[in-house]
């Protein structure tokens, strides 16, 4: 097939296409041989429908002014929605590391708790039998 877009080392990205009524069929390829220690995410959301800035139905001077605005609070309202998704795919990975750092920071502290213990119970048998063994005569 055709290559659109390519992006190499881009970390974001943005791209619309117009479709037409010959070809209604995309396919979406992703490669990850940039990435070689680390895995990388990739996120992408397809809309279909019609851009706002670009109404090919009419001429600007013919579309009512409160279809423009109609039009313009769409495409807003989906780049709102998009952030919300993007704000919670990113709270649910915090979540994640934090749940994750939790359970950690848990089992240091039973670790720690665990030595704690031990040392007092080493300190006092080997007081106990440090003092057994001197004679004081």
């Known amino acids: 097939g055709r290559q659109i877009r390519d992006w190499r080392i881009a970390t974001t990205g943005s791209l619309e296409v117009q479709g037409d009524a010959d070809n209604d069929y995309y396919k979406f390829c992703f490669s990850n041989e940039m990435a070689r220690f680390t895995p990388k995410w990739v996120d992408f959301t397809i809309r279909k429908g019609q851009i706002a800035g670009n109404m090919n139905i009419a001429r600007a001077e013919?579309?009512?002014?409160?279809e423009q605005k109609i039009a313009a609070l769409r495409l807003s309202i989906d780049s709102l929605h998009d952030a919300q998704q993007r704000l919670k795919i990113a709270e649910k990975?915090?979540?994640?590391?934090?749940?994750d750092s939790n359970e950690r920071i848990l089992l240091w502290s039973v670790f720690e708790v665990i030595a704690f213990f031990a040392m007092g119970i080493f300190q006092i048998f080997f007081l106990k039998r440090f003092l057994e063994r001197k004679t004081f005569a």
Do not use: K, M
């Open 62 to 66: 013919h579309i009512d002014p409160i």
């Open 93 to 99: 990975d915090h979540r994640a590391t934090i749940e």
